[in-house]
C-alpha cells in the first residue's frame, strides 16, 4: 500500500545511485559520520558502535562501503503545548529560536527537551536515492605509504566507475603538516575531483557556533583558509558537524539531520567524475623513482651501443646507421601513442566543471535582505550545462547559460530564513580542452611525420645493410625495448591501471634504489 500511494504522490518512481569517498586523519569522525548517515537514512537503524573509534584507535583498517536509502527529507521540530485544555502541536522554527544575541539563551535554546519533538518532514527527492558511503583508514594511518593508501581507494572507486562527492573530514583540532601533506597528495594525484570535494568540520559543539564565540569562528575561518590554499582554489563548500549519536535533545538532533541532508543533496547535485577518464599524477616520490628507472633503462641502451662499437670500422658504422634508425622508429611510436592516449582522454564529450560559485546569507535579527549577483563569461567558449542549488532563495532574474558563452543570475534570500544558492558551469570536456587537443594532434602529425621518414630510412637501407640488420635482430630488439620503456616511465600521468598495479605491487615502499628494481621488474614484465 505505501508503494502504491508513494507511485500516486510521484515518489518511488525511479531511482538514482551516488557514490560518496570519506577521507581524513584517525579519528576525524569517519566511521561515525558514517553511521549518522544510517541513522538519517532510517531512523529505526540501531548505530553499531563496534565500527566506531574509541578516540585513540582508528576502527577502519580497511575500506568499507555503507549503502543508504532516502528520499533526503528535511527534519523539523515539533512544539507541543495546552490552549484551552486542549492539547495542540505546532512545527516550531528552531532558526529563529536559536537566534537569539544572549548566549546563554540560545545554550538553552539548543539543550532543551521538554514539549518539543524531532520530527521527519517532506522528501526533497522524489526519486529514491540510494548512496555508496565509501569509508577509508586515516590518511595519517599510512606510515608514509600514500601510493599504496590511495591505489587501494582507487580501485575501490574503479569498481562504481563514477564518484558524486568527495568529503574531507576535518575534526577540531590542529591541522598538522602530515594531514595537510596527506590532503595535498590527493589533491595533486586527482585534480579531476576537485570539482566534486567538500569539508566536513567534526566533532563540533554546536554551543560555539554562536556569534560570540568569537574565538571559535576564528579558528573554523583559519583552518578554511589552510585547506584552500592546500587545493588551490577557495571556492570549496564547508559543513560544520555534530555526530552525538546518543544526544536525545530534538534541536540538536535536527541541525544534525539537516547538515546530513545538504551533504547529501550535494552528491546528487554534482556531476559525476568518470573514473576512467582520470588520469593520475605523480607523486614526488613517484617522480624520484621514475627518473632512477629511466636513468637504468638509457644505460642498458647505452650497453647495446658499447657492443655495437666493439666492431670493425666498417661494421660499426653500419650497425650504427641501423641502430640510429631503429631508435628513432621506436621513439616515435612511443610518443605516437603517447600522444593517442592524451587525445582519448580529452576529446570526449564528457561534461567538465569549469566554475563554481557558493553564496550563502543567514537570516538575523533588523538584518536586510540585499539582491546578489554571480556572474560568469568566456568569450571562447559556449557552456554545455548550468546547474543551481538553492534553499530559501528567490532567483530574480537570470540570462546566458546553456549555448552562450556566459551565465548571469540576480538572487535575493527568502525572509526570516538562512539561505544559500550555489551554480556550477559546466562544459564538455572537448572544447574546454581545444587548444591541448589542437597541440596533440599537431605533436601527432609531426611524429607521424618523422615516423614514415625513419621507415622510408630503413627500407632504402643497402643490402649489406639487410642482412647485417638480420645478424643483430636480437640486440635491436633488446634495444628498443629499453627505449620504449624509458619514455614510458618518464611520462608524467599514469594510467589508472599502471598506477594500481605498481601501488599494490609495493613499488614506492624502501630506498630509492628498491623502489627502482621493483619499478624496472614491473615494466620488464609488461615489455
Known sequence: MLSLISNWLGYGSSEVTYNILLLGKTQAGKSTFAEALRKYADQTTDVDYSLIGNGNVSHTSDIRTHNIATYLPGYEIMETYEEYGFERTQILDYNELIQTADVDDYTEALNRRKGIQMRQGKPSSRAMCRFNIIDTPGLDDTNNRDEMHVSKIYSKLMEVQTIHLVLFLVSGTVMTTDLQNAIRCYGDMFPELKGVMAFVHTQINYDDLHPTRTSFSEHLEAKKQVLHSIMGRDNFQHFAIDCDLATRRPIRQCITQNTIQGILSLATFNQPVVLRMVMINKTPRMKETDCAVSDRFKAMSETMTSIVRTKSK????????????????????????????????????????????????????????????????????????VDFRTDHVDILDRHGGENHNYCNVWFKRNSFENGYLQMKVYAKRSKVNRQKIDQYKSDLRDQETSYNNWIGRRNNQSDASRTKRADIQGLLDTQRTYIALSSRVMQEKLQPEVFTALALAGAYMGTLSQCADKVVEYYLKQK
Not at 564528457?350 to 539582491?371: A, P, V
Open 314 to 385: 666498417e661494421e660499426s658504422e653500419i650497425m650504427e646507421t641501423i641502430r640510429t634508425i631503429e631508435a628513432n622508429i621506436c621513439s616515435a611510436e612511443t610518443r605516437i601513442r603517447e600522444i593517442r592516449d592524451s587525445i582519448a582522454i580529452y576529446d570526449v564529450d564528457d561534461l567538465e566543471l569549469i566554475f563554481e560559485r557558493y553564496h550563502s546569507e543567514e537570516w538575523g535579527l533588523f538584518k536586510t535582505r540585499e539582491q546578489h549577483e554571480i556572474k560568469y563569461s568566456n568569450p571562447s567558449l559556449t557552456l554545455d550545462h
